[in-house]
């Protein structure tokens, strides 16, 4: 361990040591940004950016379940990366099928796919499929992994699945009408059930939410770090959640 390294040992433990528990998020959502930016800074393959990006949301994982967060977000592929150059998309998507089957291997954590699956290849839709049957039944942290997600496709899906499900039971243009409200949407939702974020965090220096959970995130506090996502360091994490417990969320108010 090098002198830096213990230095930031040193004070990821003097914040942890001061954060107020029980002002912790509840469920953290996360744009996963920068792999390809990581890869080309040292001249390596993209997919090794990739590759490291997953290996990072092991470890996230690891630090919210240790910190008592109930609900992960994780963005692993947005609808638009869907039209990447298939030499790309190709290894992107068997990156992603083994970090899904890896966390569902895990054996404490519940899987729960977010977005549009019949976009997917059926592979990649078959693997995240599998992951949320077998921890179905497990109570532990909640992982959705947002993969062929975007946020006004999801809003369109929900609408759309709202009429449908009235318009099965008979009623009139008029009577579906009415059941279009907040509420009804929001049950419609990928994320049904769920609590929305409480902290949103993007990486890689981005300063804007890309789409990502547009309806959940009306009342979200951001946070964006610097760092690209393959470098982002549990002494980020620990400083997003003290910014977080600092804050006075006001919903609106």
Avoid at 78 to 91: G, K, Y
Avoid at 238 to 247: N, T, V
């Amino acid at each position: 361990m090098g002198l830096s390294d213990l230095v930031y040992r040193i004070y990821e433990k003097r914040i942890q040591r001061h954060l107020d528990r029980g002002r912790l998020p509840q469920h953290v959502a996360v744009l996963m940004d920068g792999n390809r930016r990581w890869a080309r800074a040292l001249s390596a393959p993209t997919s090794s950016g990739h590759q490291a990006g997953a290996e990072k949301a092991r470890e996230f994982l690891g630090w919210c379940d240790e910190l008592g967060v109930r609900v992960v977000t994780l963005w692993m592929l947005s609808t638009d990366n869907l039209n990447r150059p298939e030499d790309e998309l190709i290894p992107l998507l068997g990156i992603i099928e083994d970090l899904i089957d890896d966390i569902a291997a895990i054996g404490r954590w519940r899987v729960y796919p977010m977005g549009a699956l019949d976009l997917l290849p059926p592979r990649t839709a078959t693997v995240i499929k599998e992951a949320a049957d077998r921890t179905r039944e497990i109570d532990g942290m909640h992982v959705n992994v947002a993969v062929g997600y975007g946020g006004r496709r999801e809003i369109a899906d929900a609408v759309r699945a709202l009429l449908h499900e009235h318009a099965a039971r008979g009623a009139s243009v008029e009577e579906v009408a009415e059941v279009v409200t907040a509420e009804g949407i929001a049950a419609h939702l990928y994320t049904k059930g769920q609590p929305d974020p409480d902290l949103v965090i993007r990486a890689s220096g981005e300063q804007r939410l890309s789409g990502f959970m547009l309806w959940q995130s009306a009342n979200s506090e951001f946070y964006f770090c610097e760092a690209l996502w393959p470098d982002f360091r549990r002494v980020d994490f620990l400083r997003a959640l003290r910014s977080y417990s600092e804050r006075e969320r006001r919903y609106g108010r």
